[in-house]
């Protein structure tokens, strides 16, 4: 970003170029222009408060970008949510969602699902893989509702992670979008993202969570979460950032780590952004107003 130093080690490159060539030369030759080539200037560490402007910046700036993030599971009620985030494990939000309408017309409440054949239940979670293991999941936090939670779904965390296969990402999940509790979903693209704006150096989700956490007031840990993971989703690709139309490219360090140029860029853009579906097939209102397209259903494409 900054200007170039009048002699980056080009001229150091050209001089090597005209030498005779030599067997050893290619290897002699790295090693001049790294000799010749000017000390780069040490950048100071980021403070503490530099880093804690720059991150609630790129929040602000990305609730302009998408002022109708939200969940990207659909749910109706906190049961429907639990259930629909245990199921979300390895799998797409999209899926889940063209998953669930079967699943909930037949299992409406944990009563239903806790006494379901699991034959049957495993039939309906195929499409969602690890079929096996997530009807056990699902069945199980269900009986553990009504036995435990007379059939309600708890709004405490340490209740939450007490139920069989809830840990405390799906935990946060359920208290911040159902039940109004601020909570920081460290999902694979939050992960990706806070590393890349090296909001943190952390690669464990629960340490990431708090590091996270600390740099933000708690009432926005909610919003914070749905703005990064949309961002990951739309255009700070795992494989191929588009930096090149990203809003906030000139507060991010990892700026060039992908597509630059604007053309291209604009060209990975997906859901919205790009003019797709987005992962729901219930969208908020919000979303549809804003252009967004609901997720088709399973088998409609
Ligand atoms: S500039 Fe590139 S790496 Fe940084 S947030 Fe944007 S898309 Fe991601």
Aim: net charge positive.
């Amino acid at each position: 970003m900054g200007e170039q130093a009048p002699d980056d080690g080009t001229n150091a490159l050209k001089k090597v170029h005209k030498a005779p060539a030599r067997k050893s030369a290619p290897v002699k030759k790295a090693a001049a222009v790294k000799k010749a080539a000017p000390a780069k200037k040490a950048k100071a560490p980021e403070s503490r408060t530099a880093l804690v402007r720059r991150a609630r910046r790129i929040n602000r700036e990305l609730a302009e970008v998408y002022p109708y993030a939200h969940p990207e599971l659909d749910f109706e009620n906190p049961f429907q949510l639990l259930v629909a985030t245990v199921l979300s494990a390895q799998t797409t939000d999209l899926r889940v969602n063209q998953t669930t309408p079967a699943l909930f017309a037949r299992y409406p409440a944990p009563e239903d699902l806790a006494a379901a054949d699991p034959e049957e239940v495993e039939e309906i979670l195929r499409p969602t893989g690890f079929f096996r293991a997530k009807t056990k999941s699902v069945m199980g936090l269900s009986k553990a509702l009504v036995e435990e939670f007379d059939g309600q779904v708890p709004g405490r965390l340490e209740d939450l992670v007490k139920l069989p296969g809830v840990g405390r990402k799906t935990a946060f999940v359920v208290l911040g979008n159902a039940f109004g509790r601020p909570g920081i979903t460290a999902d694979t693209h939050f992960q990706r993202l806070v590393r890349r704006w090296q909001w943190t150096d952390e690669t464990d989700a629960d340490k990431i969570e708090a590091a996270v956490g600390a740099l933000f007031p708690r009432s926005e840990w909610t919003m914070l979460s749905h703005h990064v993971i949309f961002h990951g989703r739309r255009i700070c690709h795992a494989r191929k950032p588009a930096c090149g139309a990203c809003p906030i490219a000139p507060l991010c360090p990892a700026y060039g780590e992908g597509e630059t140029d604007p053309e291209k860029a604009r060209k990975l853009l997906k859901y919205e952004k790009g003019g797709f579906p987005g992962q729901r097939l219930k969208p908020p209102q919000a979303y549809l107003d804003a252009g967004g397209r609901p997720a088709p259903p399973l088998g409609a494409g």
